[in-house]
């Protein structure tokens, strides 16, 4: 006899799980596709279709009510999110009132919810880790070592790069190992200027373009990038890498995905006989029913603190404090690249030159601090500065300019000149105390508990800061850059969307989460590839970083079920 709850059980069974739908997530879900594996994907948030859900697109500034900035009413419902984005693509963003959590320390949470999640949004800025990075915490006995080195990621790098395009010249340095790149773009002139100057001054240092996954030709049906510098809101042309245009779409292709978004998932199910993971408890956003859905794998990919968030609160007699929470590390460990500190300059010279166009990237000087030792600085690690250079337009100046008529139109149309801003990327320390938890006494519409979050940055951090502003006001200097602004934001952790660490990889499942395939110790078919997973920070963008760990991740697990062990 068959039962209807047994039909019903069979028609939410899958071969895999996959929680989020972005960078990592995306990556997940087309990667166990295409290995042949039902996949179920699931998304908290709304549909976004590639291009017919871009609906700003192709709207020009005049087309916006107040233009390129947000109303006092907007900044006051959502004062987090409006911080990072504007009327062109609020739409793409968490909204403050539906989505609460709880800062016991001033701390940005940027979020995405929608199918494809903040690779809408993202930098687009693609990075290796080297060993310096892998090396760095059991050198210097900081939080646990890594349990992979380069070697180890390097093909996956090489792969992700070959399917997502990255555009990016080759450098050399070992300490931001080169990749698979197509044709790089162009440095202005300014920028050239700068790069010379650092290069006859600071022999240690160089100026190169930035490592973007902006297609600078046409790659796997996408593309290239019209230089629009209208990424966040969607790029029609699949110009840049996103869940929407690039993973989602192959995954579909297969025949072996199913998504569903408006699912939010409260808890993963423990198999207490079987010692793993049975699937995932969700509630539906717009009916708030509740569903079960089972899996021989899962892959947590919800992003940093909400991954940490669902561990938490998918407790049992197992886990009591967390699903996979034996080590008690889930939650802590919390990180964000600081991008605070940096110094601005005009400068007198290339008055007959200007440029044509936009380009959706600026400058890259790689980490040139602590490569070796015996540097003796007042901090570990390094960072890296991002710029760009450009001439001063009429918005620039506006301002600072009185008058009427021909006069001051040509005041206005007449450019200023050249300038460049910089600003250092830097490292975050892993710290035990710099976590996220649930407040049982607070649920959002849900009923879900609001996260905590408890996060500063420490003193290596902000002695990081002030040599950023050092050294970027002296490369300017040395440059013949006037009216110098050594600057510092001073803005909350969270600010430059890069947070990371809460589910740490590590080789030992007292101190650790996850083990050297992103896979849970305590529950083997779980496997967590997002930002969370980070042992430590480094100092380059994560995001290529995550893509290369998912794919290796799907692999390994697929061989594992393969094998019966999973």
């Known amino acids: 006899m068959i039962y209807i709850t047994d039909k019903i059980k069979?028609?939410?069974t899958y071969d895999a799980i996959v929680i989020g739908s972005g960078i990592s997530g995306g990556w997940a879900a087309m990667e166990l596709c295409r290995k042949g594996l039902k996949t179920l994907l699931l998304e908290r948030g709304r549909d976004v279709k590639h291009i017919v859900d871009?609906?700003?697109?192709?709207?020009?500034?005049?087309?916006?009510?107040?233009?390129?900035?947000?109303?006092?009413?907007e900044q006051t419902r959502n004062p987090i999110q409006s911080s990072s984005s504007d009327p062109s693509n609020k739409h793409f963003f968490a909204d403050d009132i539906n989505h609460p959590y709880i800062q016991e320390k001033p701390f940005t949470w940027i979020r995405g919810y929608q199918v494809g999640g903040r690779s809408l949004t993202w930098g687009r800025q693609c990075y290796r880790l080297s060993d310096l990075d892998f090396d760095a915490n059991a050198k210097e006995g900081i939080a646990v070592d890594w349990p992979i080195r380069y070697k180890d990621i390097a093909p996956w790098y090489s792969y992700v790069e070959s399917f997502i395009g990255v555009s990016g010249n080759k450098e050399g340095l070992p300490?931001?190992?080169?990749?698979e790149f197509l044709s790089p773009m162009e440095l202005n002139c300014i920028e050239k200027h700068l790069g010379e100057s650092i290069r006859k001054n600071n022999h240690d240092r160089l100026l190169t373009i930035a490592r973007v996954a902006n297609l600078t030709r046409g790659w796997d049906n996408r593309g290239p990038c019209q230089y629009r510098n209208l990424c966040s809101r969607g790029c029609p042309f699949g110009g840049y890498f996103s869940s929407n245009s690039s993973t989602i779409p192959a995954a579909m292709a297969t025949g072996n995905l199913t998504l569903r978004p408006f699912s939010i998932v409260s808890e993963i199910l423990y198999d207490e006989q079987k010692q793993r993971a049975k699937g995932v408890r969700i509630i539906d956003a717009v009916t708030n029913e509740m569903h079960e859905f089972y899996s021989n794998i899962v892959f947590v990919n919800a992003s940093t603190i909400a991954t940490a968030g669902i561990l938490l609160n998918s407790t049992s007699s197992r886990f009591p404090n967390g699903f996979g929470n034996d080590s008690g590390q889930v939650g802590h460990n919390l990180m964000d690249h600081h991008s605070t500190a940096g110094a601005g300059g005009a400068h007198d010279g290339f008055t007959g030159l200007y440029?044509?166009?936009?380009?959706p990237s600026g400058f890259l000087i790689p980490r040139f601090r602590n490569l070796r030792d015996g540097e003796n600085l007042k901090f570990k690690r390094g960072y890296n500065i991002q710029g760009h250079g450009e001439r001063q337009e009429w918005s620039d100046k506006v301002y600072g300019l009185n008058g009427f008529g021909a006069d001051f139109k040509a005041q206005l149309t007449t450019p200023g000149p050249w300038t460049v801003w910089m600003a250092g990327w830097g490292e975050c320390l892993p710290d035990y105390n710099n976590k996220i938890s649930l407040d049982q006494t607070s649920k959002d519409k849900w009923g879900l508990p609001v996260i905590k979050i408890d996060f500063s940055f420490n003193d290596n951090e902000h002695e990081m800061m002030k040599d950023i502003q050092n050294t970027s006001a002296e490369m300017l200097e040395k440059a013949g850059f006037r009216d110098i602004d050594v600057f510092n934001y001073h803005k909350s952790g969270g600010s430059t969307v890069h947070e990371m660490g809460t589910a740490r990889m590590g080789h030992d499942p007292k101190t650790s989460v996850l083990n050297r395939h992103n896979q849970m110790h305590a529950a083997k078919n779980v496997f967590i590839t997002d930002g969370s997973c980070m042992t430590s920070s480094a100092s380059q963008n994560p995001s290529l970083t995550y893509m290369a760990l998912t794919a290796r991740a799907v692999d390994f697990a697929v061989e594992e079920l393969k094998k019966g062990n999973l």
């Open 54 to 73: 871009y609906p700003t697109a192709n709207l020009s500034p005049w087309d916006f009510k107040y233009g390129p900035n947000h109303t006092m009413e």
């Open 355 to 359: 440029y044509k166009g936009r380009r």
């Open 175 to 179: 300490q931001l190992p080169d990749g």
């Open 10 to 12: 069979e028609s939410s």
